[in-house]
């Protein structure tokens, strides 16, 4: 089966093989350009000149005589007219003007497209919102921001007309502007090309300035024109694909005389079409990677187009390594190369830096970033050191002096932090890695074609700053940037007439391929619906004849059968994953096409969903080696503590990465402080407030006096263990005086217990102890070592006491088997106890005691004593006394875990952690 493009090439050299050169070729896009040369360069036998074949944007150019201008060039010489126009009172910023300006530049562009006469427009536009006013007030009397909001809409008119005799002057315009001065041109235009002939090939919607174009070359030259459609779309007059067309057909003078020419009938013929859905964007981009891999898939004669262009990347990433030639029409987008995050992460950081401070994950953030050692190579000891400094220090902000002392090209003080600086400083940013890129050693082509991409939007902002110094902060700068951004993309080089063909929806008019991937055919998608980017209320689009949402669902629907005409093999993938701003409801078209099915199409539709293997996840374990053996030996001699015994039985495999290995929980920043580090605070203090009281009893008037140094030693000891109190602010502050409140509350703790009548000695305050465990299977020393934070006589009862800053309750420290204390960390508590007991029995002369937990969150509890029940629930009998017996039967169960933890036929064995163990 021939192509459009293969047939209309035959025509057009039938009749004028011998005067090629004599022939303008006009088609709607750059790649259809592309291919209809090659047809022709497939029927030519001799060598000829070869006739001007250009797309639709570039003959209109040329017959405007006019350069077409970016987005942003538009920006900013629409302010300049903007600030001419508009009093000082009156006038709005840069980057507030941006927010509407393309919006109105947008309606000023389909005005012109249209060729509205703009006079009228703008005056029927006024009337409505004067109108829209008076609805809602109801009332003559103005506010002062109503009549400047009616003041805005009654000069539009003004700021349109000053702008085009602006952008006239400079030889530019927009797409709109362009289209309306062609219009005015092409007399002139068809009076000194009398002897071309011009072909217009493949056109669908057009707008008012295109069909004027057309229709005066037609009439007034030697013309013709192609149309790209089925006799089916034309003849079934409610359908969407042929409104346009059907339209020209009756209107346009030049077919009452003239054929409509290039009626194919292939869409009614045989065709395999599959309706997929698939659930995300990675889930489509997969899966048109499993079709790309079927052998019966003819990749020459494949095209994958994309209806969303996003899947760009994850389609690439999923074409079969056999498939060695692909042709991309759609470039790949600037923002999502690696050097884009890092200059946004660039002008955030330096957007927040105020008066010289700079926030400390700020700092971190761009120091780790692989791109910025390009820049601190030959500071990497003062590097690392400032990175100990903010982790030990609890550093939050850093002055300029010390970051500039790394970097002065990362961090811009604030006293140059203007816009042209930060624009110039990215420059030399820029132009530093290119040198580095283009090392021998470092060689990257692909970055250096980034660098110069980035290099390009720098300029720009530098070329358009310096005309007109609109950028005055860096919150405009950063939108107008990232607006530059998303325009640019990275074009690949490849052939286009050769191997996998992979374009966006628009690149696909005119082309014809046997097998079509057609992805994420959504509503909101294909077609996009309603959205509705203008200030032109609907009635007044109508009343005008600009397009509405209904116009552009047909040009959907339009370039969404024409794929289908002529294909054998079509696939059409949408999203089923409901909740998602793209996906979740299947196109209209796919209802559409299912629905009006003709006799010839053998449609399937099915939901395709991943193989997902269920493997049972399997706990890890570690084999103990001789070196892990001899590691515990080490640790046996110094000293197991009743801490890291308790993590073996939470996990044994955290055990091993924590005393085996010796792998510790990576040193942070505490911006808020830690449970852990409250819990020193609070620890240090009573030390510092009970060690002079050792060997002495409480009495009243100690706490009086201990009451007095609170605030002090708090202080303190937050500066040591923490921050400096002088700039506390926010959680932290908060978190002081909670400390403060936990001393305190321990003080009225303290004078209840002795106001009725407790005597209570302080025998001993943190105190460290470590006793050896001798046992039986093992000739080498095993030492178990802690720190008791309280020993006290209460009444003649030795307690032995361990703080506790969180909350503790005394089901918590009571156990009824011995076993549950090696097996359930739920008991960990009562483990630590009964192993401070352990060591006081062994290492002091208190072999009669009673152990237990003040908590600072359960206070009123008072001391919460280990105890040991004969059954659960009520009636239980509880021993609270730790005796010679007692403490004979917990040695028994140390042994077996130190037995467990030395042996080789136990591996460390991962355990689920259960949720009440965190």
Sequence with gaps: MKSFLAQVAKEIYTKNQNSLSTLVIILPSKRAVTFLRNELLKLVEKATIAPKIISIEEFIQDLANLKLATNIQLSFEFYSIYKKLTPEGQLEDFHTFTSWSQTVLKDFNEIDRYLIDPKSFFSHLFHIKELDQFHWTNTENKTHLQLQYLKFWEKLHVYYTAFNHHLIQKGIGYQGMIYREANENIEHYIQNKKNITHYLIGFNALNNAEKNIFQELLTNTEAEIYWDIDAFFI??????????????????????????????????????????GVPKNIGQAKYVGNLLAQPSLDIKNTAIVLGNENLLNPILNSIPKTINKANITSGF???????????????????????????????????SNPIAHTFTTGKKEETKALIQKINKENVIYLNDETVINISAQLFIPATNKTTNAIINNCIDIILALKVHYSNENQRNLLFLEYLYRFYEIFNQLNTFNQEHAFITGMRSLKKIYDELLTGETVD??????????????????NLDFDNVILTSVNEGILPAGKSNNSFIPFDLKIAFGLPTYKEKDAIYSYHFYRLLQRAKNIYLLYNTEPDVLEGGEKSRLLQQLTMLKQDNHHITQFIANPHIKNNKKELFHINKSNAAIQRLKEVSNKGFSP?????????????????????????????????NTLGTIVHDTLEALYKPLEGQFLHIEHIQQMRKSIEKLVAEHFSQSYTSTSNLQGKNLIAYHVAKRYIENFMNFEEKRLKKGKKIKILQIETKVKSQIKHPDYNFPIYIKGKVDRVEEVDGIINIIDYKTGKVEQKDVEIINWSVLTEDYKYSKAFQILCYAYMMYKETPYNLFEGGIISFKNLQSEVIKFAKKDK??????????????????????????????????????EKEIQKHEY
């Design 872 to 909: 659960q629930g009520k009636g239980a009998v509880k021993i609270y006394s730790i005796d010679q017996q007692l403490i004979e039967t917990f040695e028994e169960i140390l042994k077996n875990l130190i037995h467990e933890i030395f042996s080789k036929a136990v591996p460390f064995q």
């Design 643 to 675: 801490t890291s015994l308790s993590n073996y039985i939470r996990n044994p495999l955290s055990f091993y990465t924590q005393t085996i290995l010796g792998i510790k929980e990576i040193e942070e920043v505490e911006e808020t402080i830690a449970a």
């Design 333 to 367: 987008p600037l923002e999502l190369s690696p050097f884009a995050p890092f200059f946004e992460m660039l002008m955030e950081v330096w957007e927040k830096n105020k008066n010289g401070l700079w926030y400390y994950q700020d700092v971190i953030k761009i120091l």
């Design 235 to 276: 003849e079934h007059t409610e359908h969407d694909a042929g409104l346009f067309l059907r339209k020209y057909k009756d209107q346009w003078p030049y077919f009452k005389q003239h054929p409509f020419k290039v009626i194919s009938t292939h869409f009614q013929e045989e065709k395999n079409i599959q309706i997929i």
């Design 492 to 509: 690949f080089q490849g052939e286009p007439l050769e191997g996998l063909q992979i374009m966006g929806m628009l690149e696909s008019r």
